[in-house]
């Protein structure tokens, strides 16, 4: 299983972003996907996850700005992130697990991750 994380960048607070997150090895409408995020010096923390049964999982500091979506015939989950602001900035990875329903915030819940792709938020 490999996942393959693509779309962050350099923004002003106020923007959008939607990195994208395509998992090969396995069906990405099977097991439960989430993106993570971690800012220097800071624990790795939960964003939103997606699992089996559409359930979606927003962390309260993300609800209303951001949204994760999936897409079966890229096999692949996306984030759409808006009205970014200055502490969105972290390093944002997607990860999968062997469960189809649960979307744990503990990261060592995951066995699969990708490499990471860096979020800037500008004032």
């Known amino acids: 299983v490999q996942l393959q994380a693509s779309g962050g960048g350099l923004v002003q607070a106020g923007d959008s972003l939607t990195p994208s997150c395509v998992v090969s090895g396995r069906d990405v409408g099977t097991y439960v996907t989430a993106w993570f995020r971690q800012a220097p010096g800071k624990q790795r923390e939960l964003v939103a996850g997606?699992?089996?049964?559409?359930?979606?999982k927003p962390a309260d500091f993300v609800k209303g700005r951001f949204t994760i979506s999936r897409d079966n015939d890229k096999n692949a989950v996306h984030l759409q992130m808006n009205s970014l602001l200055p502490e969105d900035t972290a390093v944002y990875f997607c990860a999968s697990r062997d469960s189809r329903f649960t979307i744990s915030a503990d990261p060592g819940d995951y066995g699969y991750w990708g490499q990471g792709t860096q979020v800037t938020v500008s004032s």
């Open positions: 997606f699992a089996y049964n559409e359930t979606r």
